[in-house]
């Protein structure tokens, strides 16, 4: 018994050596030490991004209209799955940078996948924006452009907040993700066998040689970056709650959405991480670095920011009625008990119903539940977005100009699309790159030698 609760609060398990952990991580990405099934998953994956692209090529070719969107609802699954995914990305800035500043010591296995995780999700929100312009092939008028464009298009517009957002964020993190990286980078330069593998990681080490001076600036910039990041968990998805809440619609026009979609960005994100995470330390062996400490505080912090948001979803009834408007009860109302009832029904299932399991200590524990309860909760993530997007315009202030929106096959391709090319970058990623951070895992091997 006293040995099952050490094995649940250990950050790091066993007794591990620096040479050990670096040629454990190291050969996954040299070596080409791969699970058994990992090219198959990956080539299902890629058919997935074969979808994706015909998708994306049907839709330029024929428009927008083809995947459902009609008048009132303008917007559909583009936005929603905008929103879905830039909302993934949270738990990765959280984990590396917050949790950074915290000093603690059990993000040290999680954080590199969950940086990736971070860069391929805003990779995938980018796309979403720009093909629901209807002509993808005039973005560049959202860049800051002025004097080619005399007055830049519309300030008000929430593409161009998106814009700001979406690329800060995204260069922010990539360029943090990097900076880790680097003393990775320069020990699979010195372990690589081959001359390309040498040449490969030596040019992305940037001649990194682990001096005192180059930890000390490290450290120094590393922190800092942190601390640049840190204001993006609560920036970057309050910015795309605030294309919402400055419309004069109802179920839009709420001053509960920031909060609200940053503890929801949250909550998918953490599910996101756990789903990547419970298959990863399974397939490679690494229960002893990523240990069931890393799923219990991801769990955990999945509770608070699911309370959070079943807090947003009380709130958000409680005004409709409290508020006296009649359209925003009628709203209400529909979104309950009208044409998307079991939608909505099925999302507080999964983020209501769902998440109260992750109070239990064994169901946090428990490695296939854990897992299960992440992919409900991603599902009903994407549901809470795609509610919000099509049931205020569905339901606005002129009962002739009602109307609901159709699924076609265009959206479901799209979608399934995007997330299958999220999972094969993250293949790729694991296979080029330490998806454990070595250098952060042997400072945790060392400072438990030194304890004991």
């Known amino acids: 018994m006293a040995e099952a609760a050490a094995r649940s609060t250990a950050v790091l398990r066993g007794r591990h050596d620096f040479p050990e952990i670096s040629g454990r991580i190291g050969a996954i990405v040299l070596d080409g030490r791969l699970p058994r099934h990992f090219w198959t998953a990956f080539f299902f994956c890629f058919l997935l991004v074969l979808v994706f692209l015909y998708s994306i090529t049907y839709l330029i070719s024929v428009g927008v209209g083809a995947y459902g969107i009609d008048i009132p609802v303008a917007w559909g699954t583009m936005i929603s799955n905008f ?23 059990w993000r040290a296995s999680i954080n590199r996948f969950a940086e990736a995780m971070t860069l391929f999700a805003v990779a995938m929100a980018g796309l979403f924006p720009i093909l629901h312009l209807g002509r993808p092939w005039f973005f560049y008028w959202l860049l800051p452009l002025p004097n ?202 999964c983020n209501c119903g769902a998440l109260q399991l992750l109070w239990f200590r064994r169901v946090r524990l428990n490695m296939p539940l854990l897992f299960a309860i992440a992919l409900v909760i991603n599902i009903g993530m994407w549901l809470e977005r795609y509610i919000i997007v099509v049931t205020g315009p569905s339901r606005d202030y002129l009962p002739s100009s009602w109307g609901e929106q159709s699924l076609t096959w265009l959206d479901f391709g799209i979608l399934f699309g995007s997330v299958g090319t999220f999972f094969a970058l993250v293949f790729l990623f694991i296979r080029i790159l330490p998806a454990i951070t070595i250098f952060e895992v042997e400072e945790l091997a060392e400072e438990k030698a030194q304890a004991t």
């Open 148 to 349: 080619t464009h005399m007055h830049w298009p519309q300030w008000r517009s929430p593409l161009v907040w998106d814009f700001a957002a979406i690329s800060t964020y995204a260069t922010v993190s990539l360029l943090f993700w990097y900076m880790g990286l680097l003393p990775d980078l320069a020990v699979l330069r010195d372990r690589a066998k081959s001359r390309a593998g040498q040449l490969f990681y030596g040019i992305l080490a940037l001649g990194w040689r682990g001096s005192a001076f180059h930890w000390a600036r490290y450290q120094t910039v590393y922190f800092l970056m942190a601390a640049l990041a840190t204001p993006l968990v609560v920036s970057v998805h309050s910015i795309v709650a605030l294309d919402f809440t400055f419309a004069i619609t109802p179920g839009y026009h709420s001053t509960i959405f920031p909060p609200y979609f940053v503890a929801g960005a949250l909550l998918s994100g953490f599910a996101m991480v756990l789903t990547i995470a419970i298959p990863l330390r399974w397939a490679f062996s690494v229960e002893d670095l990523i240990t069931l400490k890393h799923m219990d505080n991801a769990g955990k912090l999945m509770i608070a920011a699911g309370m959070i948001v079943i807090y947003g979803y009380a709130s958000e009834a409680f005004f409709a009625w409290y508020s006296g408007e009649p359209y925003e009860r009628a709203m209400m109302w529909q979104r309950a008990f009208g044409p998307y009832a079991p939608l909505f029904w099925v999302m507080l299932a």
């Open 83 to 105: 929103v879905w995914w830039i909302g993934i990305g949270h738990a990765g800035t959280l984990i590396s940078a917050v949790l950074l500043l915290l000093r603690q010591p």
